[in-house]
């Protein structure tokens, strides 16, 4: 089979939306050549491309292809500035092999040297689990345990300065992980965020008459002397706080974050509420709340 060797001029300009390959005197749109070849939509690339080559004049390109369009056989492309997710592997920074980002994310194996913070994960990878709503808590806080064992700063106090800096950095990512998916509220939040949902209360409309029930709690809190009374309410709000839970559940199981958005915006304020009696109780009575 003949093969034609061109080259491929993509002018490194934000307006640069459609490239023609020049051949034997005529002109053929790019996609219609390419794309057979690499299995998407040619143009779209070429626009994120040159969007981000704006800095370069021009890129040239040099493709060798048959005279007949044949199916890719391999449509699996290693990281680049191009592409939306990182590289699988990335460089150990003591022995430079190139190491797993999801099995040696923290430590290399060979060296068993503690790496540079991977900035590309996000809090459900760092520990380990699915990202989603429902979260089983006693696998998370065994992961969070474990980490924490190797990653602590305690752990390098005889080890280099660069290996304790990791640490530090290393161990905080992994608290803010954990501290952040452990509750309800907050993992709903942070989950609204990777789906590019922001969260923002002034922006979400939770109706005056849910906002005079809340006011009403909060009254009663003010004045409340006896434990049993605090209790009760106590006990009424971590019911609501079940039920929201429920529907905020199904509403990102079928993937209605906005309705997910307005679920959490009220439990946001039950959830200041629990926060108000558990100190009521450590305060007034006494007790000892875990955090």
């Known amino acids: 089979m003949a093969a034609s060797m061109v080259q491929l001029f993509i002018l490194g300009s934000r307006n640069a939306s459609r490239v023609s390959l020049s051949k034997t005197g005529g002109s053929r749109p790019v996609d219609r050549i390419l ?51 990182p590289s ?51 696998p998370l806080g065994g ?30 990512i992994v608290n803010k992980a954990y501290r952040t998916l452990r509750k309800p509220l907050w993992r709903g939040i942070y989950l609204l965020k990777l789906h590019g949902i922001p969260f923002r209360e002034g922006e979400i409309q939770v109706g005056g008459e849910f906002l005079m029930e809340v006011m009403e709690i909060n009254e009663q809190l003010m004045e409340i002397e006896q434990k049993v009374l605090l209790l009760q309410l106590e006990k009424d709000n971590l019911v609501k706080l079940e039920k929201l839970n429920d529907k905020i ?32 109780r450590h305060e007034k009575f006494g007790d000892s709340i875990d955090d």
């Open 249 to 280: 559940s199904k509403a990102f199981s079928v993937k209605d974050y906005l309705f997910a958005r307005e679920l959490l915006a009220h439990m946001r304020y039950y959830d200041n509420i629990d926060e108000k009696i558990k100190k009521i």
């Open 35 to 85: 794309s057979p070849y690499f299995g998407f939509s040619t143009i779209s690339a070429q626009t994120t491309m040159a969007a981000s080559t704006e800095k370069v004049s021009m890129l040239v390109l040099s493709a060798s292809f048959p005279s007949r369009p044949i199916a890719a056989k391999h449509k699996s492309f290693s990281a680049c500035r191009f592409c939306t997710k």
């Open 143 to 172: 992961m969070y345990r474990r980490l924490q064992t190797r990653l602590h700063p305690d752990k390098f106090v005889i080890k280099s300065e660069t290996e304790k800096e990791f640490s530090v950095l290393q161990s905080a």
């Open 88 to 138: 699988r592997t990335r460089k150990c920074w003591k022995c430079h092999r190139f190491i797993d980002r999801v099995k040696e994310r923290f430590f290399c194996l060979p060296c068993n040297v503690i790496q540079t913070p991977d900035t590309t994960a996000n809090h459900f990878e760092v520990l380990g689990i699915d990202v989603g709503y429902d979260v089983d808590l006693a």
